[in-house]
C-alpha cells in the first residue's frame, strides 16, 4: 500500500513538472489573441463601405482640419491619401482599408485596426498593432459621416470626432 502510494504522488508530482513548461506558452497564446476580431468579412462587407469613395474635407474641435481622399483600387483594397490643403493638391501622408485572409484592416503608417463590425451604417476598428485607440466611422448621409478615435487608459478617456462632409 505505502509503495503504491509513492508511485502515485511521485506520478502526480512528475506530471505538474512537465506541465510546467507548456504553461507560459499557453498563456502567451491566449494573451497574442486579446484584442484580435474574430468575425470573418468578405468583399461584399467592404462593398458596403462605398459611401466613403471620393474626397473629404473633416473638421473637429480644437483639431487641425482633416483632408483626405478615399479610392477603391479592386473589391479588396481602398487607398487612403490625406492632404495638407483643402484644394487636395499636396498629398501629406497615405492609408489603406484592406482586406486580408478573412479579416478587414485600416493602417496609417505602422499602426494597425481590425474591424470587428461591419454594415451600411458604418464600421468599428480595434486596436492591433502600434496603436491603443479604436476608431469607429458612421455614415450620416452621402454626404456626410463622422470618424471617432477613443483612446486612453485607466478611465481618463480621450474621444475625437471629425465631422467629414464631401468635397467632390
Same mark, same amino acid.
Given at each position: 500500500m505505502r509503495n503504491h502510494l509513492r508511485i502515485t504522488l511521485t506520478a502526480a508530482v512528475a =506530471?505538474? %513538472?512537465?506541465a510546467i513548461p507548456a504553461v507560459p506558452a499557453a498563456l502567451h =497564446?491566449? =494573451?497574442s489573441q486579446r484584442g484580435q476580431p474574430r468575425t470573418p468579412f468578405g468583399t461584399s462587407d467592404l462593398g458596403k463601405l462605398?459611401? +466613403?469613395q471620393g474626397d473629404w474635407a473633416g473638421s473637429s474641435t480644437d483639431e487641425a482640419p482633416l483632408y483626405a481622399r478615399y479610392t477603391f483600387t479592386n473589391d479588396s483594397t481602398v487607398d487612403i491619401t490625406y492632404y495638407r490643403d483643402a484644394g487636395f493638391s499636396q498629398p501629406a501622408s497615405t492609408?489603406?482599408?484592406y482586406l486580408s485572409v478573412g479579416r478587414l484592416y485600416t493602417a496609417y503608417g505602422p499602426a494597425r485596426w481590425? =474591424? !470587428?463590425r461591419v454594415d451600411s451604417t458604418g464600421v #468599428? %476598428? #480595434?486596436p492591433q498593432v502600434n496603436v491603443r485607440s479604436s476608431l469607429s466611422w458612421q %455614415? +450620416? !448621409?452621402p454626404d456626410e459621416w463622422t470618424a471617432t478615435q477613443r483612446s486612453g487608459v485607466g478611465g481618463h478617456e480621450h474621444v475625437t470626432v471629425y465631422h467629414m462632409k464631401r468635397v467632390r
Open positions: =506530471a505538474i %513538472f512537465v =497564446a491566449q =494573451a462605398h459611401w +466613403l492609408g489603406r482599408l481590425g =474591424a !470587428s #468599428v %476598428f #480595434v %455614415f +450620416l !448621409s
